[in-house]
Nanobody
């Protein structure tokens, strides 16, 4: 069974840091792009950051200079280092990945991890 499992969420004060991890497991032949999205209450899910298999990155304007996405291809894991956190960063964070399994490319999602930034 293919799945993405996130960890690292929690409660932090404004200005603090958190590091999210997301590990892909199962019968995975290859991984293309990986990314992090977030969804705050009453808002649509939005892209936070993405990284290609070659290491090219893309960030939402609201997190540029504060968040860093990285990946460890040997571990099938993507990370999101979040610094200088703000209360508006509070949301459920989801990772996703384009995975090749059983000869088919599909986009998979993690279950989400809550990040709460207190002022």
């Amino acid at each position: 069974q293919v799945q993405l499992v996130e960890s690292g969420g929690g409660v932090v004060q404004a200005g603090g840091s958190l590091r999210l991890s997301c590990a892909a497991s199962g019968n995975i032949l290859s991984i293309n792009a990986m990314g992090w999205y977030r969804q705050a209450p009453g808002k649509q899910r939005e892209l936070v950051a993405a990284i290609t298999s070659g290491g090219n990155t893309n960030y939402a304007d609201s997190v540029k200079g504060r968040f860093t996405i990285s990946r460890d291809n040997a571990k099938n894991t993507v990370y999101l280092q979040m610094n200088s956190l703000k209360p508006e960063d509070t949301a459920v964070y989801y990772c996703n990945a384009d995975l090749l399994t059983r000869g088919i490319w599909r986009t998979y999602w993690g279950q989400g991890t809550q990040v709460t930034v207190s002022s």
